[in-house]
C-alpha cells in the first residue's frame, strides 16, 4: 500500500514501511475481517476458482514481518513472526472456506526463519496445502559459482519440514525445479532447455524411501 492521501484515514495501522510502500497491520482484528470478507467476496463472485497460493515472507510487504522490521510497529513488534503470520493464514483460509469448502488454500514457506517454520506449519488448519522448496539450503557450486538455489533435491532442511508438517496433519506439496533454477522457470522464455523429466526422476525417487505419498 504506498503512503499517499488517500492513507491518512489509516494512519493507526500503517506503520513498516519500504520504499515507499506501507503493510497494513494485521494485529487489528478489523485488518484480518477485511482479509477475510475481501477472499470471500472473490471466491462468491468465482465459484470455479481452484483456490489461493500465499506467500507471506518475500520481496512484497504484506505484514509487519514480512521484512523482518516490525520494529517501527507498537504491536507487531512485540509478537512472534510466527503469530502474526499465522493469523494471516487463519483469516485468508476462513474467507476462502466461507464461500467454498472444497477450493485449495496453499501457504508457502519461502523466506521463513526455521524457528518460524517449526512453530507455525503444525498450527496450520489441516485443510490446506503447505508448500516448500524441495531444494532450499543445497549447497551447490556450478562453473566456480557457489549457489543454494538449484539441484534437485530434497534436502535435510526439505525433509525437516515434512515432519513439521506431519505433526499437524496437514497435506503438503513439494515445489521442484525441474530444468532450471526457480527464477528461470517463473521467466520460461529465458529457459535454454525445457523442464527435465530426469530431475523430476531423481527428485520423486530420493524423497519416495522417506514415506512420502504422491498425489
Same mark, same amino acid.
Given at each position: 500500500?504506498?503512503?499517499s492521501?488517500?492513507?491518512?484515514?489509516?494512519s493507526?495501522?500503517l506503520y513498516?514501511?519500504?520504499?515507499?510502500?506501507?503493510?497494513?497491520?494485521?494485529?487489528?482484528?478489523p485488518?484480518?475481517?477485511?482479509i477475510?470478507e475481501?477472499?470471500?467476496?472473490?471466491?462468491?463472485?468465482?465459484?470455479?476458482?481452484?483456490g489461493?497460493?500465499s506467500?507471506?515472507?518475500?520481496?512484497?510487504l *504484506?505484514n %509487519?514481518?514480512?521484512?523482518? =522490521? #516490525?520494529?517501527t510497529c507498537?504491536? +507487531? /513488534?512485540?509478537?512472534?513472526?510466527?503469530?502474526v503470520v499465522?493469523?494471516?493464514m487463519?483469516a485468508i483460509?476462513r474467507?476462502?472456506r466461507?464461500?467454498?469448502?472444497r477450493a485449495?488454500?496453499?501457504i508457502?514457506?519461502?523466506?521463513?526463519p526455521e524457528?518460524?517454520?517449526r512453530?507455525l506449519?503444525?498450527?496450520?488448519?489441516?485443510?490446506?496445502?503447505?508448500l516448500?522448496?524441495s531444494?532450499?539450503?543445497?549447497?551447490?557450486?556450478r562453473?566456480?559459482?557457489?549457489?543454494?538455489v538449484d539441484?534437485?533435491?530434497?534436502?535435510?532442511?526439505?525433509?525437516t519440514? *515434512?515432519? %513439521?508438517?506431519?505433526?499437524? =496433519? #496437514?497435506p503438503?506439496?513439494?515445489r +521442484? /525445479?525441474a530444468?532450471g533454477?526457480?527464477?528461470?522457470?517463473?521467466?520460461?522464455?529465458?529457459?535454454?532447455?525445457?523442464?527435465?523429466?530426469?530431475?523430476?526422476?531423481?527428485w520423486?525417487?530420493?524423497l519416495?524411501?522417506r514415506?512420502c505419498?504422491?498425489?
Open positions: 500500500m504506498r503512503g492521501r488517500r492513507n491518512r484515514g489509516r493507526g495501522i513498516v514501511e519500504s520504499r515507499g510502500l506501507y503493510a497494513m497491520c494485521t494485529t487489528p482484528p485488518v484480518r475481517d477485511w477475510s475481501t477472499l470471500a467476496h472473490v471466491f462468491r463472485a468465482v465459484p470455479d476458482l481452484g489461493v497460493f506467500i507471506t515472507m518475500s520481496e512484497n *504484506t %509487519c514481518h514480512s521484512h523482518f =522490521h #516490525a520494529e507498537p504491536r +507487531c /513488534s512485540k509478537r512472534r513472526n510466527w503469530e499465522g493469523e494471516v487463519e483460509h474467507g476462502v466461507r464461500s467454498n469448502p485449495e488454500v496453499i508457502w514457506d519461502w523466506g521463513w524457528e518460524m517454520s512453530e506449519i503444525p498450527r496450520l488448519p489441516k485443510d490446506t496445502r503447505q516448500s522448496a531444494e532450499w539450503s543445497t549447497p551447490i557450486e562453473g566456480g559459482v557457489k549457489t543454494q539441484g534437485p533435491g530434497p534436502t535435510g532442511w526439505h525433509m519440514i *515434512t515432519l %513439521c508438517s506431519g505433526q499437524g =496433519h #496437514a503438503r506439496c513439494s +521442484c /525445479s530444468g533454477t526457480y527464477r528461470r522457470l517463473k521467466r520460461i522464455s529465458t529457459c535454454p532447455t525445457p523442464p527435465c523429466g530426469s530431475r523430476h526422476h531423481r520423486r525417487w530420493r519416495l524411501p514415506c505419498r504422491f498425489d
